[in-house]
């Protein structure tokens, strides 16, 4: 009955690639009939990109390249291409056209990020596993590469074999004003890629989210009440699935039995403790121009001085670029004096004397170095005293032997 569903509903999903791609892959597993019709349509909205690589896109073909380049410096690989692109590649994993994934192999593979991943979970898990249907493909048991990396005056050699083929080898290029070249020659398939980072000073003013923040002390300061309202600012429309990711105070933990309260917000998903309940992920189904306003629990486990701002990040899941970034902090912090006064004696002994040589006029100052040379006299009898004991004892145990 599913397949029979999603045969008779295909040209309702001809312009969604989503959709098409999810279908495509099913129909092609059920082993349908129309599964090559359900392919054909896919492959027409595929996107071709001048390096040779294919994918397939949710954004508008009509989209400005000025528009696309305004946000490039926080670019991001859109979450739901990197999926739909993975189940295309599945699909013709299934058909074992090997040559047809290259292309997509070639796009998914300029995706990741340092560590191997994505953007998210979801296409994180796609993505490997149709890259793991491609390598079983592409798997060669006479596997014998050589890469040379070339950078101005810098270069490196790489081996690559069956015995280190899941060793990630890496060089750390220091010549930033060369171009970097890299020539492979031998047999086999491999995975090569260029990382790098940089900063900016400010972000993107034109986020698509908002939120307030009204932080309350609560007994003593041993418990916070943070308010939170969110709300997107693009009037008239909604969000995709937004996550908010609010890191608790130093020295302070989320309460557990304040989450149950949460769940019956109308439009929250879920909720989610992580990192030993100091940080809280809030899924929202959708966000739209009215807030939605939470009130998040936090109690002291230990005393922080200096405390800094924790923070807040709020971005579209499956659009990373469309995100937030914010703090908060207490409104007065502790010195490390007042958070443990049995560890700053000292600083608290110079405090009290300061004091005293302001209001006497300065005559306490002799009164402080005739008590501190006073405490070091005893201190240094005291010593001399447990010393001549401790010899006393000393030969009286010899003696007893």
């Known amino acids: 009955m599913a397949v029979e569903y999603l045969e008779n509903n295909l040209d309702s999903v001809s312009n969604d690639s989503y959709s098409l791609a999810v279908a495509t892959y099913a129909l092609h597993l059920a082993k349908s009939d129309k599964a090559p019709e359900a392919l054909k349509m896919l492959e027409d909205l595929q996107v ?8 397939w896109s949710a954004k508008s073909n009509d989209e400005t390249p000025a ?35 290259l292309p997509i192999v070639r796009w998914l593979s300029g995706q990741r990020n340092a560590n191997g991943g994505f953007s998210s ?5 796609m993505a490997l596993q149709a ?62 890629q260029v990382q790098y ?9 034109n986020t698509p989210f908002f939120c307030t923040k009204e932080l309350k002390e609560q007994k003593s300061g041993n418990r916070m009440e943070l308010n939170l309202c969110c709300n997107y600012t693009i009037f008239g429309e909604r969000s995709n699935m937004a996550v908010a990711e609010v890191q608790a105070l130093s020295g302070y933990q989320f309460d557990n039995e304040e989450i149950d309260k949460l ?40 005393q922080i001085a ?51 040589l302001q209001s006497n006029g300065g005559s306490s100052s002799s009164q402080r170095s005739s008590t501190n ?7 240094e009898l005291n010593y001399l005293v447990m010393l001549f004991v401790s010899v006393i004892v000393y030969v009286l145990t010899l003696a007893r032997f």
């Open 48 to 55: 071709q990109e001048s390096d040779g690589g294919i994918h």
């Open 67 to 101: 528009k696309q380049e305004s946000i490039k410096y926080f670019y991001q690989p859109p979450p739901v291409d990197v999926e739909m692109t993975s189940y295309a590649l599945l699909t013709y994993m299934t058909m074992n056209k090997t040559e047809k994934g």
């Open 121 to 125: 979970t979801q296409d994180t898990v």
């Open 131 to 192: 890259l793991g249907a491609y390598a079983e493909k592409a798997y060669s048991p006479n596997l014998s590469m050589e890469f040379f990396v070339e950078s101005g005056n810098e270069n490196h050699n790489f081996s690559i074999t069956n015995q280190n083929a899941i060793v990630l080898q890496s060089y750390e290029i220091t010549d930033l004003d060369s171009s970097i070249k890299i020539h492979a020659s031998g047999h086999g398939v491999a995975f090569a």
């Open 197 to 205: 980072t940089y900063y900016r000073q400010n972000m993107r003013d």
């Open 263 to 302: 769940t019956n917000i109308e439009d929250l998903q879920r909720v989610e403790l992580d990192k030993d309940d100091t940080r809280m992920n809030i899924y929202f189904n959708a966000l739209d121009e009215n807030p939605i306003c939470l009130s998040l629990y936090s109690n002291a486990i230990y």
């Open 306 to 356: 200096d405390q800094k701002p924790a923070q807040i990040r709020l971005y579209d899941y499956y659009n990373p670029e469309q995100q937030l970034k914010s703090d908060y902090s207490t409104r007065q912090t502790r010195s490390l004096a007042d958070s443990c006064p049995d560890c700053w004696p000292e600083a608290n002994s110079d405090e009290t004397s300061s004091t005293n």
């Open 373 to 379: 040379r006073a405490s070091r006299t005893s201190c």
